[in-house]
Nanobody, 129 residues
Framework: QLQLVESGGGLVQPGGSLRLSCAGSGSALHYYAIAWFRQAPGKEREEISC?????????????YSTSSLRGRFTISRDSDQNTVYLQMNSLQPEDTGLYYCAAGATGDCSASTTNYHYWGQGTQVTVSS
């Protein structure tokens, strides 16, 4: 059974950067589509980006439900480490939230949460001066 553990969150000042990690165990992450979502207090879970399985061609799908994410957030995968990363630059207070990674067994990316069968417990990101 695949298990996902996020790490790398914390408190950062506006304009700062963080790199979140999603470490997999029990199975190789490259068999799955791996997506990052976030949820701010009182708001719905929001998709950020996804990388498909290697079998599907490892395409990147930047969902970017808000244009403010474009050019600031980047997803990547290190198969040797069995980890998917989310590099976040130029962080702003509105980026504050609980960040989750999720794995989809179909291997294809989708903005729908129902596409993803495995979820981590999340890592908190707080952007504040």
């Amino acid at each position: 059974q695949l298990q996902l553990v996020e790490s790398g969150g914390g408190l950062v000042q506006p304009g700062g950067s963080l790199r979140l990690s999603c470490a997999g165990s029990g199975s190789a992450l490259h068999y799955y589509a791996i997506a990052w979502f976030r949820q701010a207090p009182g708001k719905e879970r929001e998709e950020i980006s996804c990388i498909s399985s290697s079998e599907r061609g490892s395409y990147y799908d930047p969902f970017y439900s808000t244009s403010s994410l474009r050019g600031r957030f980047t997803i990547s995968r290190d198969s040797d480490q069995n980890t998917v990363y989310l590099q976040m630059n130029s962080l702003q207070p509105e980026d504050t939230g609980l960040y989750y990674c999720a794995a989809g067994a179909t291997g294809d990316c989708s903005a729908s949460t129902t596409n993803y069968h495995y979820w981590g417990q999340g890592t908190q990101v707080t952007v504040s001066s």
